[in-house]
């Protein structure tokens, strides 16, 4: 099991250089005037779906871009370390998952952010983890949950007037359910846990089992029935002859009766 969660270089690299692309995206966007907002998603509109590819890399402010950079880092090591192979599978699918019913449900108006994507990796992580009932898994979706728990609070309409930085829920809605989604088409068989004791085979039988039989119905604890022995008559061996021959037993001296 542990052979499948080992540190490597990309364990680092990976989180890092995504997060390094997201500010030099918005570098290039304050360097060169460059208005991004229009590549996001604009919902059910035909240029609108260049953003489900585009928005992740876009973001409004230093405060949004900050602020998905933290959880990204953190998200995306842990992605790498615990589920390397399915990574990459992860983060492009989810990118488009999302993006797509962000595009059929958003507001009409631009969502940007790599919000969504964190949606996709928080929500991934922690039903994957439950899923394969592993030890190490369930601490890091308990641990994730625990971090990020309150994250599941944005997915709802916020009841707070439309603005330019308003959140973008809908792009949290479709991370979630992406993530979960994802979390059940990669099936990680080599992730689940082993099985050490013959209660947790399928085909595991309790009325057959010596340790299960001591209890009763009602789960009380029973003896087992004693066994009676057998009565059995003396047997005793003669040598064979090809002669009639007589034979006379003879006790032994401890079994003489006075």
Same mark, same amino acid.
């Given at each position: ?17 995504? +997060? ?44 949004? !871009? ?9 998200? !995306? ?7 390397? *192979? ?30 969504? !994507? ?19 898994? +369930?601490?890091?979706?308990?641990? +994730? ?5 309150? !994250? ?43 099985? *050490? ?12 089992? *010596? ?33 009639? +021959? ?13």
């Amino acid at each position: 099991m542990d052979k499948h969660f080992r540190f490597t270089n990309a364990v680092l690299l990976f989180p890092f250089f995504s +997060v390094v692309l997201l500010w030099f995206v918005y570098w290039l966007q304050i360097k060169f005037d460059f208005d991004f907002y229009q590549n996001g998603i604009f919902p059910r509109t035909f240029s609108g779906l260049q953003g489900v590819f585009l928005s992740p890399f876009i973001h409004g402010d230093v405060e949004h !871009l900050y602020n998905n950079s933290i959880p990204l880092l953190i998200l !995306l090591a842990a992605l790498q370390f615990f589920y390397a *192979k399915e990574s990459v599978a992860v983060v492009v699918f989810g990118i488009l998952m999302s993006g797509m019913i962000t595009w059929c449900i958003g507001g009409e108006s631009y969502h940007i952010g790599a919000s969504g !994507l964190i949606y996709v990796l928080f929500s991934f992580i922690f039903f994957k983890g439950i899923q394969t009932k592993n030890q190490r898994l +369930v601490a890091l979706s308990l641990t +994730v949950i625990v971090i990020y728990g309150g !994250l599941v609070w944005y997915v709802f309409p916020s009841p707070e007037i439309v603005t330019e930085k308003s959140i973008s829920w809908e792009g949290h809605l479709g991370g979630l359910i992406s993530g979960i989604v994802l979390s059940f088409l990669y099936d990680t068989p080599q992730l689940k846990k082993p099985i *050490k004791y013959d209660w947790e085979h399928p085909d595991y039988d309790a009325s057959q089992d *010596k340790f299960m039989q001591r209890f009763d119905e009602k789960g009380n604890f029973v003896n087992l029935p004693v066994a009676v022995p057998i009565e059995q008559s003396p047997i005793y061996e003669y040598y064979t002859s090809s002669v009639p +021959v007589q034979y006379e037993l003879i006790p032994k001296k401890n079994e003489l009766k006075l």
